[in-house]
């Protein structure tokens, strides 16, 4: 049964990403709460290329199932206290294909706020149509989706500023129940965007900026008493065995994997190579003398790749005017890959400023993994596509762990 919030004795109030959280100082809260959060399978609709929102209609193909059940694998040490889902049944689907991949099973508690945003205009339609025939809701969805609005049964709204509203109200509600827990919560790609944006602080200007793939797994640690959550990682799909994050929204543009150096580069170096083996990479830039180093080891194989090297602290600013000096082109309608291999905390400042985030710190980087960039021509805004992504081989050798 729910809690009522309102019935805690001594409640204390705390804030996690402008939201007010109510915390009964009588639930021991030691240790910082883990959220795992996983985007549902492939369903019908994403097979057909429509609109989902909050229409019911939708359900998980055959791979959805598949990939669903590989998630699970990949989950299976996990201690997970709760499940929650949307009332949705494509995420009802994927819950249930996940605990099948279990030796423990949890009741599945299915929450209204998790449902995906409404949409009901759009609901059924074809991207293509929406994209073609209705040119001017859909730049203002893209390019602003936080002055989106949309006729619905109760008059006009704004889907994406309701939807963060739904978020900031689960926070509020959840992580009092299960604070020092490992919760586990299977949504919707548009809902998720909004869980990570509440809680790490970022305007729904930005709702755009993080991509969620089906069975893309994000992991956020909230901290006792901070004032934002971590993200420990985002949208990581090595489990199912892709090379790198689907890149949706369209081949063009730029895509930068960003790589972090440290103390223990060495360590680093055999997942790196495994992850960026089979890739196209145009460039790369590197900065500290160290993070050449790593940079010229990781491309061994990669002997055609254009490497540039600065010791600038200003960094993050000096790569876009460098590769522009050096006039580096691609065909038409290609994309270009680069790597930036360079200090944790100018990578963080890098991703924090590319999604609307504050402070660079709760994007903490780990070595051996990569974040994943698009710059795409087709919207103003980038996307992190991926943040501290494993790789599969990386995976089946057991050099790293997909969930830390």
Sequence with gaps: MPIDLEKLESVKLYSFGGTEIMINPSIPFSSP???????????????QGRYQGASDESVLTEKGHQD??????????????????????????????????????????????????????????????????????????????????????????????????????????????????????????????ALLGTA?????????????????????????????????????????GEALPKLKAGRQGLRLLMVPSGE????????????????????????????????KAILAEHPQTIQLHTNRTDFHHLWLQTLNNRQIQTQSG????????????????????????HQGFHFPLIGGRVSVVHCPTTQLTPILQSMNFTGPAAIQRGLVSCIS
């Design 200 to 240: 790490l602080g970022l305007s729904c200007r930005h709702y755009h900026t993080l991509q969620q793939s089906n069975c893309g797994i994000s992991m956020l640690r909230f901290p006792n008493h901070a004032s934002l959550a971590r993200l420990e990682s985002m949208n990581d799909t090595s489990h199912l």
């Design 68 to 193: 669903a059940r590989q998630t699970g694998l990949v989950l299976g040490e996990t201690t997970v206290s709760a499940i929650y889902t949307s009332p949705l049944q494509r995420t009802q689907q994927t819950a249930q294909a996940i605990q099948s991949a279990w030796r423990t099973s949890l009741p599945i508690m299915a929450h209204p706020d998790l449902k995906e945003i409404d949409l009901p205009a759009w609901a059924g339609l074809r991207y293509q149509y929406v994209r073609e025939s209705l040119t001017a809701d859909y730049q203002r969805w893209i390019n602003a989706p936080h002055q989106f609005e949309m006729i619905g049964p109760h008059g006009v709204r704004r889907p994406v500023q309701d939807l963060y509203h739904q978020a900031q109200r689960f926070w509020r509600q959840i992580l009092p129940r299960h604070a020092g827990q490992t919760l586990l919560i299977v949504s919707h790609g548009g809902t998720i965007r």
């Design 334 to 357: 290609e994309i270009l890959t680069g790597v930036l291999v360079a200090q944790s905390q100018i990578l963080q400042q890098m991703l924090s400023h590319m999604i609307g985030a």
């Design 264 to 295: 223990n580069d060495f360590q680093s170096v055999q997942p790196l190579r495994l992850l960026l083996r089979a890739q196209k990479l145009d460039f790369c830039v590197s900065q500290s003398d160290a993070a050449q180093m790593l940079c």
């Design 33 to 47: 709460t883990r959220v795992i959060l996983v985007r549902h399978g492939r369903s019908t609709y994403n097979e």
